[in-house]
């Protein structure tokens, strides 16, 4: 037997370098042209995750007035103040009785919180009484920074609140 027949050829199965460059370049093209739709999912989703947010607030505000049959505040701002000031933008809070603070709600990046008319930021306090009932009829838009779809939370009279989808308008 010789010694060359007992060799055998090995060849490498893989990838060239240029293979793996071409599918490289077709990802990247992909991936960028795929960026910007994926950016404005990301807003709504803030926005919508900020509304949510307000929702379980106001939801813990009129559950809570009832339960105890007293008055429940939901607050603009930052809870540090207590002075039931501020813009829904930086954050709110709850207060019951003599102003203690029940809950506070950091505000989300990039989420500005406007009225329904998207005329001005969102400034009202909204109280409740012991009955449930509302203080007044309110709405808040939560507009992303650079647009998109908004969401917002609708309260009506009775205290009851809903979340909607594209419902007002926000400012460009």
Known sequence: MRLGSLRRRVTFRGVT???????LAIF???????????AGKVNEWRSRAQALRLLSAIN??????IGQDSTV????????TRSCSGLYTH???????????????P???QI???NSAGTREEDRSLRWRGDGWGSRNMSWLFCPLGGGVHWAV?????????VVQDWGVCPP
């Open 73 to 80: 505040t939901l607050c603009p701002g930052r809870a540090e």
């Open 28 to 38: 990247a093209t992909l991936l960028a042209a795929g960026a910007p739709s994926f």
């Open 60 to 65: 813990l505000a009129r559950s809570r007035a």
């Open 17 to 23: 370098l240029l293979e793996l460059l071409v599918v």
């Open 154 to 162: 609708v309260v009506n009279r009775l205290g009851r609140p809903r």
């Open 112 to 114: 500005a919180v406007w």
């Open 91 to 105: 954050g709110f809070y709850l207060t019951g009785g003599v102003g203690n603070v029940i809950q506070h709600y």
């Open 107 to 109: 505000p989300r990046l």
